[in-house]
C-alpha cells in the first residue's frame, strides 16, 4: 500500500503545471478573447480566401469586400487585408495598397499579395485566383493532416509492440514450449 501512494505521489509531481499562459487567458474577460475564426488556420484563411471571392463576384468594389472579410479573417490576413482596404478607401494605387511593407512569412499570403498586385495592373479578374488559391489551401491543410495522422501511426506502433509482443511471447509461446519441452523430456525421446 506504501509503494502504492509513493507512486502516485511521484506521478503527480511529474505531471506538466497548467501553464501560466493559460490561466491568464481564462482570467480576460469574455470580450477581449479571441474568437475561433480569428485564430491562424489554414482552412480558416480558405475560407475567407472564399468569401472574398464570393464578395467580389457579387460586385463589391475591391476595397470594401476587403474590410468585410478582415472582420472575420485570420489575424495575419486580417492585417492584410485591412491595411489595403484602408489604402483604397482613400485612393492610393491598387499596386502600391496590396504591397505589403512587410513581407507575410505564409507562402499562401505571398501568393495572394502577388495575385493582387498583378490583377490591380493588368485588370485580370481577382476572384478566380484568389478561389483557386482556397483550393491550393484546402489541399495543404488535407496533406498535413495525412501526414501528422500517418506519423502518428508510426509512433504509436513503437509502444504497442514494445508492449504487446513481449507479453505475447510470455503468455501464449514460452508456456507452449514449456509444456511440450516437459512432454519431450518425460517421454524419453531426448
Known amino acids: 500500500m506504501t509503494w502504492a501512494a509513493m507512486l ?9 503545471r497548467v501553464s501560466t499562459t493559460r490561466i491568464q487567458a481564462d482570467r480576460q474577460p469574455v470580450g477581449h478573447r479571441r474568437t475561433p475564426a480569428a485564430t ?16 467580389l463576384r457579387s460586385g463589391m468594389a475591391v476595397s470594401t469586400a476587403a474590410a468585410g ?14 491595411r ?15 504591397a ?3 513581407e507575410p512569412a505564409d507562402k499562401h499570403m505571398q501568393a495572394f499579395m502577388r495575385m493582387a498586385r498583378r490583377s490591380a495592373s493588368s485588370g485580370v479578374a481577382l476572384a478566380q485566383g484568389i478561389e483557386d488559391l482556397a483550393v ?24 504497442l ?30
Open 100 to 102: 505589403s511593407p512587410v
Open 8 to 16: 502516485l505521489a511521484a506521478s503527480l509531481l511529474a505531471l506538466p
Open 40 to 55: 491562424d488556420d489554414t482552412l480558416a484563411a480558405a475560407a475567407s480566401l472564399d468569401v472574398l471571392a464570393a464578395c
Open 84 to 98: 489595403a482596404a484602408d489604402l483604397l478607401a482613400l485612393g492610393a494605387d491598387p499596386a502600391r495598397a496590396w
Open 161 to 190: 509492440g514494445l508492449c504487446y509482443l513481449p507479453a505475447f511471447l510470455c503468455l501464449g509461446i514460452v508456456p507452449v514450449v514449456a509444456g511440450l519441452a516437459g512432454d519431450v523430456l518425460r517421454s524419453g525421446v531426448l
Open 69 to 82: 472579410v478582415a472582420e472575420s479573417a485570420p489575424a495575419p490576413m486580417a492585417a492584410l487585408l485591412r
Open 136 to 159: 491550393q489551401l484546402r489541399g495543404d491543410a488535407a496533406d498535413a493532416a495525412s501526414a501528422r495522422a500517418e506519423r502518428a501511426a508510426v509512433l504509436i506502433a513503437g509502444p
